[in-house]
């Protein structure tokens, strides 16, 4: 399988995020990709190739314009107020304040366009998720060739960040943009499988009324697990979309079997809608090692799920990065699926 690798991550780098009330160091760091890299070259999975720019309009698709637009110069503009080191929001336009006005001020603006402060905006952010979103859609162009899979390794992740806003350590997302890029190259069907231990709200939310692009996620349950504000077993899609969108929320410290088991749930559902493309949000913060989440999934079960989806038998079928916090394993578990998959 070949992997587009998004060298640009590097500049996002972050060394603390907000927990608690307190800084307290930052999970989703550069080394995660530098060992998911090495994995990939020592298992000698395949070739490795540099994203191809296709320009903002791919991400247009997915995502507001003026989200875009703030997030390419929120850096700057945090700087030129004197801002030092990462920005983070603060205040958020909840019920009964209004998100239809855009402010002035930056750190409104830094609450209108985000979900969370827990996602440090760095220097780097920008640059690294505009190339990750290059970098899928450089592999969805090759899983639609004569190649028919790929694998894309990026950072920041996607799956949390809305049309509008970021947030889960999420900026653009990746998904939702190689699901649009496909529907719009002429593929009727395209399923989303996620199975990052976070339930993908942004994903969830930008297609939960269509009915050509499914997306199934199964995930610690938001009644204790991020991003709680969504992710529950009844979001079933809304208008063209009811039916289309299926959670399997799982109790936090749920076992193998029970993973196994909702997987092949939400399996099923996607063997009926047969899709022509399968991208799977793969996180592997259902690791047991993880530091954030509480699954137990082991490098036996990373290379039975690569096997099921292979099984599964989408004729083609898109990779994508996204969670995964322990960081020295991450390389060797995405690497278990992947070759999974392969076998
Ligand atoms: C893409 C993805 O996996 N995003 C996850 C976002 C999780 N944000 C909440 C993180 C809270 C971290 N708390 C760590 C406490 C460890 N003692
Ligand atoms: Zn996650």
Same mark, same amino acid.
């Given at each position: 399988m070949k992997t587009v690798y998004n060298p640009q991550h590097a500049g996002h780098a972050a060394t603390h995020e907000f927990f608690r009330g307190r800084l307290v160091p930052a999970f989703e760091i550069p080394a995660r990709a530098d060992y998911v890299l090495k994995a990939v070259q020592a298992a000698a999975l395949g070739e490795v190739l540099a994203p191809v720019d296709h320009g903002l309009a791919p991400l247009e698709r997915v995502h507001a314009p003026a989200y875009l637009r703030f997030l390419r110069g929120a850096h700057a503009e945090w700087r030129a107020l004197g801002g030092e080191g990462d920005a983070f929001p603060a205040v958020w336009p909840v019920r009964s304040l209004r998100s239809d006005v855009e402010p002035q001020s930056f750190a409104a603006r830094m609450g209108l366009y985000s979900m969370d402060s827990g996602t440090p905006l760095t220097a780097g952010a920008w640059e690294a998720a505009?190339?990750?979103?290059?970098?899928?859609?450089?592999?969805?162009?090759?899983?639609?060739?004569?190649?028919?899979?790929?694998?894309?390794?990026?950072?920041?992740?996607?799956?949390?960040?809305?049309?509008?806003?970021?947030?889960?350590?999420?900026?653009? =997302?990746? &998904?939702?943009? $190689? #699901?649009?890029?496909?529907?719009?190259?002429? %593929? *009727?069907?395209? +399923?989303?499988?996620?199975?990052?231990?976070?339930?993908?709200?942004?994903?969830?939310?930008?297609?939960?009324?269509?009915?050509?692009?499914?997306?199934?996620?199964?995930?610690?349950?938001?009644?204790?697990?991020?991003?709680?504000?969504?992710?529950?077993?009844?979001?079933?899609?809304?208008?063209?979309?009811?039916?289309?969108?299926?959670?399997?929320?799982?109790?936090?410290?749920?076992? =193998?079997? &029970?993973?196994? $088991? #909702?997987?092949?749930?939400?399996?099923?559902? %996607? *063997?009926?809608? +047969?899709?022509?493309?399968?991208?799977?949000?793969?996180?592997?913060?259902?690791?047991?090692?993880?530091?954030?989440?509480?699954?137990?999934?082991?490098?036996?079960?990373?290379?039975?799920?690569?096997?099921?989806?292979?099984?599964?038998?989408?004729?083609?079928?898109?990779?994508l990065q996204e969670g995964g916090y322990a960081t020295e394993a991450i390389g060797l578990n995405v690497v278990a699926v992947l070759q999974g998959f392969e076998r």
């Open positions: 505009y190339w990750g979103a290059q970098a899928t859609l450089s592999g969805l162009e090759i899983a639609l060739g004569d190649e028919r899979r790929a694998y894309v390794l990026t950072r920041p992740p996607g799956h949390h960040a809305g049309a509008d806003f970021f947030g889960g350590y999420c900026f653009i =997302n990746n &998904a939702a943009v $190689a #699901a649009q890029a496909a529907r719009d190259a002429g %593929l *009727q069907r395209v +399923a989303i499988l996620d199975v990052d231990y976070h339930h993908g709200n942004g994903t969830q939310a930008i297609f939960y009324e269509r009915a050509d692009v499914f997306y199934a996620s199964l995930h610690g349950d938001p009644q204790t697990e991020y991003p709680f504000f969504l992710g529950h077993a009844d979001e079933r899609g809304a208008g063209a979309g009811l039916g289309f969108n299926a959670n399997e929320p799982l109790a936090a410290g749920s076992s =193998n079997e &029970a993973w196994f $088991a #909702a997987l092949e749930r939400l399996l099923g559902r %996607l *063997q009926v809608f +047969a899709p022509e493309l399968l991208i799977v949000s793969l996180g592997v913060d259902t690791y047991g090692g993880d530091p954030i989440s509480h699954f137990k999934l082991d490098r036996p079960e990373f290379a039975a799920l690569g096997e099921r989806l292979a099984a599964f038998g989408a004729p083609r079928t898109l990779f």
